[in-house]
């Protein structure tokens, strides 16, 4: 992060914003006591955003405010120890939790009373974690009843905040797992007392009963069974349970296990968007949306594209300067492709209509019979009846700029499925996963590449949370995960493949794309299924994460 | 992230290496592949005055025979070791023992002079030299001299190199038919330090019973520590499943290993009683496949 003061326009410019550089902005402004007029911030590139970077955290006001003070340029560096010692930790999170079923398996009610973690004092984030645990618990299931409690306490750690399907991963543990022991409690199928007990798909809009951050949870679409039927085949389930009976190499022990779940997408409810035009057919696009390493711009190019009806190749994405960009909420809590994909369609098909109807005009034809390319505008199967670029932007000073907002109170709930078939070696506490596969219906998608792409990113996240991945202190509160050698990242050597199945089986209506978010799907429920195989594996209830290799040996009993 | 203050030098002979030592003794580190120096002096957690830097001593590398032994010069490189067709026909514990250590851009710099000098108890070569009962040649201005591995090794990161000595080269005796060697580790991720392991030689009569074990543990205790007492049990044994599992409980017996974040004492013996077993068993195994 670097920080100038300009003297001249008293006014100070810092660079290295993330994820969210409008929301950050005015905080500055109000603590600076500036008006945000006097603030500018710009989004650099990262590799990832992880759900910790971001935020605004003591060094965003204290550099800018050393940059005033001083009147020179400031930059912070950050080591990775400083880094690992300050950044947002999240979630720990202990929960008492109890379900009643009948014998038949049917679930009807769900009762729990957790603490959760916050740290020294309250950050931005600090409450997001547990608001989000205790709206979500309940997940895909009916239940007659539910009740949830929560206390966040603060304690001497470093301050908490959102990590990668913040509160989710943490609950889909919870609720996967309690699942998993009624079921073995009753002698039932796991998968079959999940099927009965899933909201039908009759029952959407489903209205949770909870809310978040005053939203209330209302579940916007979905097919919950049908996806459940779809990944069972796809990955064959009856298979990876006949793989689970087979004999394993040594002393390893086998285990299958799935975890259903809800994820959220959105809102922070507004995203902005402006899409220019100029003579020359060169579109772009500012969006108040940013860029975390997701492929926003290439999502939202092709939204642009496909709605104005201009190649993506002439279209340029603009995003994360306070300055060029009036207004944006940012990208997190995966809301980027939903509110910034459904402004860009707004104003595309806005510039669209503006640029047909001054060409109907023109030529005298009905907007329905025009084609547009980057040369102008031409009546379908006509082209020497065209009218340039040139003359229909000529009134706009050569430049046609159309503006959008667009607004949505609701959140998005995409849902999803993670099946994992693991080996347990007791003699070591070693765990491997054999499989995992990831089932996930987001509405629609955009570009199943980058869909993919956050799956499988989502996934080694979750598999760091699931296996490695600790800060842990000493007595005295000193941290002890201080580098990457101690606090362990998962490499392509920790992570296997992961089989995916996208559905697109219940579009959102919250939105004219009819996406939800897909940001974090791949990271909720790994630990669920994985502590759920694991279980089963080694016969026991696994009740807490991460899975490091003594806690295993001492669920093994060896 | 960055290291303290320090001179530098990069003599290119054995003979001004040995000048520099003998001129600034215990202000001074050598600094061979950097593998684990450097990050030390990156964290700090190492703050030498001055790198005698012996990178340019060609001399110095090398894997040769010397009569029926291996002779390893102090600054061969890991990948060296871990290809090495004389390796690999005479001494394959040692491309194994490799092949556990970090990852192939550490295995590419490092060296196994470094890693024997550095004297990690985690470390993958001592617990090997450990096992195979190798010597160390040593000089100084004052002369040279040769150490068995037991007595070279003292401490963590702690050996009986004086401050004016520099490591020469490992010398390993002959491997002799009929043996079975295996080194197996457990470590959380690939390349990560290892949270137990053992280095194992047996050598099996045309009877099948054990003539001599070795049993080498790391991250077992300050230094690479020879299992004896297992070791003289198997002696005269058929190597079965009794036979090394009895072994495996007694190589652990008076451990303890130190606890950390990674894992605490009791499941570190835990872990190498795993590691003892297993590596018993691939190097029967082996034997057997030989005999």
Redesign the interface.
């Known amino acids: 992060m670097l920080a100038e003061y300009d003297p001249r326009r008293n006014s100070v410019t810092v660079w290295g914003a993330a994820k969210i550089p409008h929301v950050n902005k005015k905080i500055l402004a109000q603590l600076l006591g500036w008006n945000e007029e006097q603030v500018r911030l710009i989004e650099l590139h990262v590799g990832g955003g992880f759900g910790a970077r971001g935020e605004f955290y003591p060094e965003d006001f204290l550099i800018p405010f050393a940059a005033i003070r001083t009147g020179k340029p400031v930059a912070w560096v950050e ?3 400083e880094n690992l010692r300050a950044t947002n930790h999240s979630r720990e999170q202990v929960h008492r939790c109890r379900m009643a079923v009948k014998k038949n398996g049917t679930f009807l009610a769900l009762t729990d009373t957790f603490l959760n973690n916050t740290g020294a004092y309250v950050r931005t984030h600090g409450m997001t974690v547990p608001g989000l645990s205790v709206s979500m618990l309940p997940g895909p299931y009916r239940w007659p009843a539910y009740r949830g409690e929560y206390r966040s306490v603060v304690t001497n750690k470093t301050p908490g905040g959102t990590y990668r399907s913040p509160g989710r991963f943490e609950i889909n543990l919870v609720r996967e797992r309690l699942v998993d022991i009624a079921a073995r409690r009753l002698g039932l199928d796991p998968v079959e007392v999940r099927r009965i007990n899933l909201i039908g798909r009759e029952s959407f809009p489903h209205d949770v009963g909870t809310l978040y951050d005053g939203h209330p949870v209302i579940y916007d679409s979905g097919d919950y069974p049908l996806l459940l039927d779809k990944a069972l085949k796809s990955f064959d389930w009856e298979g990876m349970k006949r793989w689970r009976e087979e004999p394993a190499a040594g002393a390893l022990k086998r285990g299958v296990g799935i975890g259903y779940f809800v994820e959220k997408a959105g809102p922070a409810e507004r995203e902005y968007a402006r899409i220019e035009l100029n003579e020359k057919g060169d579109v772009f696009v500012y969006t108040g949306s940013v860029s975390v390493g997701q492929g926003v711009e290439t999502v939202l190019a092709q939204v642009c594209a496909s709605h104005l009806g201009l190649p993506y190749e002439r279209i340029t994405v603009l995003h994360g300067d306070t300055e060029t960009i009036p207004e944006g909420m940012g990208a997190f809590g995966s809301r980027a492709t939903m509110l910034g994909g459904a402004a860009v369609m707004g104003a595309s098909e806005a510039l669209r209509e503006q640029l047909l109807d001054a060409a109907a005009e023109e030529l005298e034809a009905a907007p329905a019979d025009l084609v547009l390319t980057p040369e102008g505008v031409s009546v379908a199967g006509a082209p020497s009846r065209m009218v340039p670029l040139s003359t229909l932007l000529k009134p706009h000073g050569g430049v046609l700029k159309v503006e959008d907002r667009f607004v949505c109170d609701l959140l998005g709930f995409p849902y999803g499925i993670h099946f994992a078939a693991v080996e347990v070696d007791p ?4 765990i491997h996963v054999r499989r995992f596969a990831v089932a996930y219906d987001v509405g629609r998608v955009v570009n199943p590449m980058l869909m993919e792409g956050q799956i499988s990113g989502g996934f080694a996240q979750g598999i760091g949370g699931t296996l ?1 991945e ?1 800060f ?1 202190f000493d007595a005295s509160g000193q941290p ?2 201080a ?1 990457f ?2 606090y ?1 990242l ?2 392509s ?2 992570v296997p493949d992961v089989e995916m199945l996208v559905t697109e089986d219940a579009p959102s209506p919250l939105n004219p794309l009819g996406v939800k978010g897909a940001g974090e799907g791949g990271t909720a429920a790994v630990g669920a299924a994985i502590a759920n195989a694991v279980s089963d594996a080694l016969g026991v209830e696994v009740t807490r994460l991460p899975l ?3 806690r295993v ?2 669920l093994a009993g ?1 | ?1 960055k290291p303290a203050l320090f001179e530098y030098d990069d003599p290119a002979t054995v003979d001004a290496a040995l000048d520099l030592l003998a001129r600034y003794g215990d202000e001074c580190k050598v600094l061979a592949g950097g593998q684990s120096l450097v990050p030390l002096m990156n ?1 700090r957690l190492a703050r030498p005055g001055r790198l005698i830097d012996i990178n340019r001593i060609d001399s110095l590398a090398g894997i040769k025979r010397e009569g029926r032994s291996l002779s390893i010069g102090a600054m061969t490189r890991h990948v060296d070791v871990e290809r090495s067709e004389e390796v690999a026909r005479g001494w394959p514990l040692l491309a194994e023992a490799i092949g556990w250590v970090g990852h192939s851009q550490i295995r590419n710099r490092g060296t196994v002079g470094g890693s024997v000098a550095h004297a990690d108890p985690a470390a993958e070569l001592p617990a090997a030299f450990a096992v195979l009962d190798a010597k160390f040649h040593i000089q100084s201005k004052r002369g040279a001299r040769t150490l068995g591995w037991d007595q070279f090794f003292v401490a963590e990161f702690t050996t009986s190199l004086a401050p004016d000595e520099l490591l020469i080269s490992v010398e390993v005796p002959p491997i002799e038919a009929g043996t079975g060697l295996a080194f197996v580790e ?1 470590a ?6 290892a ?1 137990g392991g053992a280095a194992v030689m047996v050598n099996v009569a045309r009877d099948g019973r054990c003539e001599k074990a070795s049993i080498a543990l790391l991250s077992a205790g300050p230094a690479p520590v020879r299992a004896r007492n297992a070791e003289a049990m198997l002696a005269g044994r058929k190597l079965d499943e009794a036979a090394i599992g009895a072994a495996a409980d007694e190589a652990v017996r008076d451990l303890h290993p130190t606890s ?5 004492s009791e ?1 570190r013996v ?2 190498l009683r ?2 003892t ?2 590596g018993l068993r691939t190097a029967a195994e082996r034997a057997a496949g030989k005999t």
């Open positions: 080591d990775r120890e003699g070591s506490g070693a490695l600790e842990s002890l995960a580098s050698m101690d362990l998962p490499t050597e920790e490091s290799p003594q040996m001492e060896a | 992230m964290f457990y959380r991720r690939h390349g990560d330090f949270l950390d974040l990674h894992g605490s499941y835990k872990l795993t590691m077993e297993r």
